[in-house]
């Protein structure tokens, strides 16, 4: 279950690129995430994936 809060969010989605995904399709795909639906919560608070950092910035 992923984390509520956008915040504590933004840092598991970046943990879990930065030490075990090589992108945001694999993430997703792994985890079983809805990709639109986590990008559009990280975007309400101002964060956009950036596929050059592999990382929501």
């Known amino acids: 279950m992923l984390p509520q809060d956008p915040i504590i969010l933004l840092s598991y989605v ?3 690129l930065r030490d ?3 992108g945001l399709e694999d993430l997703c ?3 079983d995430i ?3 639906e986590l990008v559009r919560k990280l975007e309400g608070v101002n ?3 950036s596929p050059e ?3 929501f910035i």
Do not use: F, G, P, S
């Open 29 to 31: 795909d792994a985890l």
């Open 14 to 16: 970046n943990t879990k």
């Open 47 to 49: 964060y956009r994936y």
């Open 34 to 36: 809805d990709r639109e």
């Open 20 to 22: 075990e995904y090589t």
């Open 53 to 55: 950092r592999n990382q």
